[in-house]
């Protein structure tokens, strides 16, 4: 499963805690608000790495280290009021991660600048 498939998947099932007015996230609004990095960590698992960064930065929802997968909720924008989505999936010394928040009429950028936080933390 790619990586933007596994954020769809993700977003679309818990699509109210992301403030969705549905129960799915729209393809429109899912390119809108994704955001999407390759990270190469050297030394140490690349699971468990990027597993302690999630714990300590938000709530996690997937945690399936026989696939490499995690995913968690995390709050970020102004006064770390908007959700977000962070997915990471992980393999050998590399991991793909794609973050997802919905934008409103104004973008904040929230999944970017989450996602950016998030690989500063794991780096």
């Not at 302690?52 to 996690?60: F, R």
């Not at 959700?83 to 919905?102: I, Q």
Request: proline letters at 2%; one cysteine or more.
């Amino acid at each position: 499963m790619k990586t933007q498939e596994l954020l769809k998947k993700i977003a679309n099932e818990h699509a109210a805690e992301l403030c969705e007015l549905g129960d799915s996230v729209s393809d429109k609004s899912l390119k809108k608000g994704s955001y999407y990095k390759e990270l190469s960590i050297d030394g140490g698992n690349t699971y468990l790495v990027v597993r302690a960064a999630a714990i300590s930065a938000g709530t996690v929802i997937v945690d399936e280290k026989e696939k490499g997968q995690l995913a968690v909720l995390l709050k970020s924008g102004v006064g770390k009021l908007a959700p977000v989505l962070l997915v990471a999936m992980t393999k050998e010394d590399k991991v793909e991660l794609g973050c997802y928040s919905k934008e409103g009429l104004i973008p904040q950028h929230a999944a970017e600048k989450t996602l950016k936080s998030f690989m500063a933390a794991i780096s």
